[in-house]
């Protein structure tokens, strides 16, 4: 069966300095992967997607990057962060030509 | 662009009663996939039910079922027999059929209904 991990589960950073988020998918081959935003009390903010190694797409332009570096990893950077990257931030994943997606523990990022 | 649309914030229902939870989406498409996930307080996002829209029967799943009314754009989810398990947010999910490379821009989601259960 597929499962998706990511880590650190919550992590607590000071302003301006780096971030960077893991997320794996077992289980499965070429998935499409991608990284939502959650802000307290809020809906899912959709930030980057990716159908493949090296193939990112972003949806909202902000100080956040993402790599593919591997078929079922995928990773959130940023250089400096900022107060208002505080948030949960999920990872999700899909087959099937992306009809239904299936999500990640998430992180919970605070940032001071 | 598709929109979701979920008019209630909060919900409350009673232990083993009924609820009905709202749903409404804007699109130009005739063929498209329905989704409900659950969030608990765990922050896991959890896939309750989903629905073709090619398809006239509404889904069901155990206690779980949909009311979808295509021509309305209205996808509301029934829970029967209310558990105290089942209190989370709620979120109404819409995604194209539409084959593309762009899959991220095809998923769409409203802004969650949060269900208390009362014992």
């Known amino acids: 069966s597929q499962t998706i991990h990511q880590w650190p589960a919550t992590l607590v950073q000071p302003v301006g300095s780096p971030l960077s988020l893991e997320c794996t998918v077992e289980?499965?081959?070429?998935?499409?992967l991608y990284w939502y935003r959650q802000a307290a009390g809020r809906g899912l903010q959709l930030l980057f997607y990716?159908?493949?190694?090296?193939?990112i797409s972003s949806e909202v332009p902000q100080n956040l990057s993402a790599s593919r570096p591997q078929d079922r990893q995928f990773i959130l950077s940023s250089k400096k962060l900022l107060l208002s990257d505080s948030g949960f931030y999920l990872c999700a994943w899909s087959i099937d030509s992306g009809m239904v997606q299936f999500f990640g523990p998430g992180t919970r990022l605070t940032v001071l | 662009a598709q929109t979701v649309t979920q008019s209630q914030p909060e919900m409350s229902v009673q232990e083993a009663e009924t609820v009905t939870l709202s749903c409404t989406y804007d699109t130009s498409e005739s063929d498209y996939y329905l989704f409900w996930y659950k969030q608990p307080p765990s922050r896991q996002m959890i896939l309750v039910i989903r629905?073709?829209?090619?398809?006239?029967q509404n889904a069901t799943e155990n206690r779980f079922s949909v009311n979808f009314q295509k021509a309305a754009k209205s996808f509301s989810l029934k829970i029967s027999d209310s558990q105290l398990g089942d209190a989370a947010m709620y979120f109404c999910?819409?995604?194209?059929?539409?084959?593309?490379?762009?899959?991220?821009?095809?998923?769409?989601f409203g802004p969650g209904t949060r269900l208390s259960v009362l014992p």
């Open positions: 629905q073709e829209a090619y398809k006239q």
């Open positions: 990716s159908v493949g190694i090296g193939q």
């Open positions: 289980g499965t081959s070429n998935p499409n």
């Open positions: 999910a819409y995604r194209s059929s539409q084959f593309s490379d762009n899959y991220g821009q095809n998923f769409v």
